[in-house]
């Protein structure tokens, strides 16, 4: 029987933890599984009992969220908080993941995993109702909690996907004033593992090396494409969304670096290697 269970298979994140650990694992898909019912989880986890349990299923639409606030909430907290219940009972180890928007920004300089909370939107508010199910319903011995931000993947959507879209009907702008820590998700997955390897518990950053503005982002992703687009700059009030989001969210990531011994790859690299994956896949 499957030592691991995944669920969220087929999300950014999920895709790239499947292929990291390899089918063999149990990962019932969405249209498989219905995570809500949670009889029909309860008796999937009783019939394989995984010794590790990793939750890459969340509500992700930031600005859904300020109008769908009932399904973040129930995504994002409660089925958590069941999950967790459940690792109770077949006594098993708990992966989940949170969000850089947990914080509002205003810090100034990288966040550490000490830093109070302080979400602006009601998706970060959500996420952060999914960190507090873990912390209460599990021993820290017993969980890895992972905050990741600004994550992309060579399938599924992220803002160098739509970076590449705007690029190809020409010029583009992009905020030079909202800086965070770009992560790209099969990178992501090799962390988990070395995580995982090492016994790691409790709460951890983990994000690509280095920080960007999303108009470094930009750019790099134009280059990477060989694209002669002008990106110029703006500003985050030129493009005003729902959903409140916070300016500065960079993840400092000196805990993950202890434990593991070595930082993550550049963001920069992995912009490209992002680009060439896209291009391997289509």
């Known amino acids: 029987m499957a030592h691991i269970a995944l669920f969220g298979c087929t999300g950014r994140l999920g895709t790239a933890i499947l292929r990291r650990f390899g089918e063999e694992i149990l990962h019932p898909s969405e249209q498989e599984l219905d995570l809500t019912d949670t009889g029909t989880v309860r ?12 939750n890459a299923a969340a509500y992700t639409d930031v600005d859904g969220a300020e109008r769908d606030t009932d399904t973040a909430y129930r995504l994002n907290g409660e089925l958590v908080a069941d999950l967790c219940s459940l690792c109770r009972e077949i006594d098993a180890n708990f992966v989940h993941f949170s969000t850089d928007f947990v914080f509002d920004g205003k810090k100034g300089t990288p966040y550490a995993e000490e830093d109070t909370p302080a979400p602006l939107s009601v998706y970060a508010r959500s996420k952060l ?3 507090e199910a873990v912390r209460s319903g599990l021993p820290e011995n017993r969980y890895l909690l992972i905050r990741t931000s600004w994550l992309f993947a060579p399938c599924g959507p992220s803002f160098p996907a739509s970076v590449l879209a705007w690029a190809r009907k020409g010029a583009l ?4 004033d909202v800086v965070g820590t770009p992560t790209y998700a099969p990178d992501l997955a090799d962390a988990i593992v070395k995580l995982l390897d090492r016994k790691a518990r409790g709460l951890y950053h983990v994000a690509n090396a280095g920080i960007a503005s999303r108009w470094d982002l930009a750019r790099r992703t134009v280059e990477a494409a060989g694209l002669d687009v002008e990106v110029g700059k703006a500003s985050a009030s030129d493009f005003p969304t729902p959903a409140p989001r916070p300016l500065n969210s960079a993840l400092a990531c000196e805990k993950y670096v202890t434990c593991v011994g070595e930082e993550m790859p550049r963001w920069e690299d992995a ?3 992002w680009h060439r994956d896209r291009a391997e896949s289509a």
């Open 271 to 273: 912009v490209a290697r």
């Open 129 to 131: 109702a999914g960190e």
């Open 43 to 54: 008796k999937l986890l009783l019939e394989h009992r995984p010794q590790t349990i990793i």
């Open 173 to 176: 702008r992009a905020p030079c």
